[in-house]
Structure formats: C-alpha cells, structure tokens
C-alpha cells in the first residue's frame, strides 16, 4: 500500500507534489470503498457492468430532462446504498466537468447560434427556451454518465472489474492494454513523485514558478527514459510467472440470485422511466 506525501508550501513543485499525493490518495479511496461489503460491493462485477451500461445509453439516448434528472438519484441513492460518502461523491461527479460543459453549451443557446422563443435578455440578444434545454441536456448526461461509471468504479475492485470484463467476452487484448495502462499512471506518477521530492529536498530558500516549470518540462523526458525500460522489466517478469493476458481474482465470479434480482429492479426502473417520459413528455 502506497502512502501519500502532503508536502507544505506554496511553490511549483510543492503543489506539483501534492497532486501526486492526491493520485495516490484517490487510488486506496477507490481500494477502500470498493471493499466495505455493501450493496454494490457484494454484486456480480458482470452485472454491474451490464447496469451501468444500460444506464449510461439510455441517458444519452433520451431527451426528457425529467427522465435524466430522475438517473442521477437513481445514481446518488445507489451510491448511498453503498456506503459512499454523498458529499465527495456529488462533487466528484457533478460539480466540475457538467457544470462547465454546461458554461460552455450557453453560447450556442442564445440567439446568436439559435433562433426559438427568447427565455432570458432582450431583444437584442437572449438565450432560447430550446437552446436552454439542450444545454441543461449535455450537462444532465455527461453528469449521469459520470455518476454511473465513478459508481461501478468506487463499489468494485479493479481486479475484479477486469476478471468481469473479460468474462463478458471482451478481448484479452483490450484488457490487457486497460491493465497495463492502469499500472503505468501509478508507475509515471510514482517516479515523478521521487523525483520532485529529491528537488525539494534539496533546495534552500524558495523555488520560483517559472524555475519549478522548466525543471518539469526537463523530467517528462527523464522520467520516461527511467520508467519504460522498468515497466519492460515488470511484463518480462510477468510473463515468466505465467501471465498469459487473462485478469485473475481471489474472487470467484458466480451469479447468484441477489444479481438476478439487482438485475430485474433496474429493468423495472428502466421501464418506469420510459413509461413516465412516454406519458408527461
């Protein structure tokens, strides 16, 4: 188990520090989570995978407002349900990316970029009942998407969800590459950690932002001469203990009847949502 730096300061390369801290930080708060034997936890990977899919198409798909609105509490109830902290999971998923996918999409809801009955300004320049919606549309979806997938990621090991993956006939070469580029962020991230730290341990006095720059600009090309021969060493090393492409986990995937019975809930949620956008339009 990784341990995180929290380094003090306010320089560069503190708060480049920092961010490595975080990345590892993130990684045993997934670890964490994904282990606590909740709701989710105690599911089939492959029927997680399965739901959270059919979720994801079916808010990209439809064009009720109500209908997405009502997948993100069906996102938050179930992460609720799994013991997940509320308040960093909806800031997590909701506060950053939809919100500024929002910010932008407001431009082409005025009357610059779309003509409909004005809702907001004058009659000059407004924005549009129907460019309004659309916006609300691509923030609403990129937010349940996100939602979902940070779902099935917080509530599932990552061993599990690629032993899951491929037993949904998914290419082992797919999952091959997802665990290999997995394992390499941590492995880029821990070198650049080291050597920021050697950095800042060994500077006297303060260390401008623009100096703090140059030297990372210098080390993306360092530390990729460092890791890739390491990361060779590491698959060499795997393939002589017998790896041979397929995930493996302690756990053993068997589908039991509380999958079944996960799996014919969301089916009905599926069918209500349809039924309730199909009546109130």
Request: with cysteine; glycine share 8%.
């Amino acid at each position: 188990m990784r341990k995180s730096v929290n380094v003090c300061g306010n320089g560069f390369l503190a708060h480049t520090l920092n961010r490595f801290a975080e990345l590892f930080e993130n990684e045993l708060y997934n670890d964490r989570y994904s282990r606590n034997g909740k709701m989710l936890q105690n599911l089939d990977p492959r029927i997680k995978v399965i739901v959270v899919l059919a979720f994801i198409l079916y808010g990209n798909f439809t064009a009720s407002l109500a209908i997405l609105i009502a997948l993100g509490i069906v996102a938050a109830l179930y992460a609720a349900a799994s013991g997940l902290p509320l308040g960093s999971y909806l800031r997590r998923t909701w506060l950053y990316l939809p919100v500024l996918l929002f910010l932008f999409s407001l431009p082409g809801a005025s009357s610059l970029l779309t003509q409909g009955t004005p809702l907001i300004g004058n009659e000059t320049f407004y924005f549009t009942a129907a460019g309004i919606q659309m916006a609300c549309r691509i923030g609403l979806r990129t937010g349940d998407s996100l939602a979902f997938a940070f779902l099935l990621l917080m509530t599932t090991r990552w061993t599990d969800l690629m032993a899951g993956l491929r037993a949904l006939h998914l290419p082992a070469l797919f999952i091959s590459v997802l665990n290999m580029a997995y394992r390499y962020i941590f492995l880029i991230a821990e070198t650049g950690s080291s050597m920021m730290q050697a950095r800042y341990l060994r500077t006297v006095g303060r260390i401008s932002a623009r100096s703090g720059r140059q030297y990372m600009g210098n080390s993306f090309g360092r530390i990729f001469v460092s890791v890739h021969p390491f990361s060779e060493n590491i698959y060499d090393a795997m393939i002589l203990r017998g790896y041979d492409g397929t995930p493996r986990t302690m756990r053993r995937l068997k589908i039991q009847a509380a999958d079944w019975l996960f799996l014919l809930i969301n089916i009905i949620i599926l069918m209500i949502l349809t039924t309730g956008g199909y009546i109130f339009g």
